[in-house]
């Protein structure tokens, strides 16, 4: 599942894939760190809950 976080750097809009961690869990891996689309800033992944993408 996607989740949408908004660049520090930029404020583009960036999704960011989240593995599952089970198969009846709702509960998602996000790396830690993550680059921004469009300025390449290197963005940290806030505290869950996270927007899921839409
Ligand atoms: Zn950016």
Sequence with gaps: ???????WNC???NNVWGKP???W????????EWDCW????T???PPP???PAA
């Design 38 to 41: 469009w300025c390449e800033a």
């Design 21 to 23: 961690r089970g198969f």
């Design 43 to 45: 963005n940290t992944t």
């Design 49 to 51: 809950p996270w927007t």
């Design 1 to 7: 599942m996607d989740f949408a976080f908004v660049c």
């Design 25 to 32: 869990t709702e509960l998602y891996e996000l790396p830690d």
């Design 11 to 13: 404020e583009a809009d």
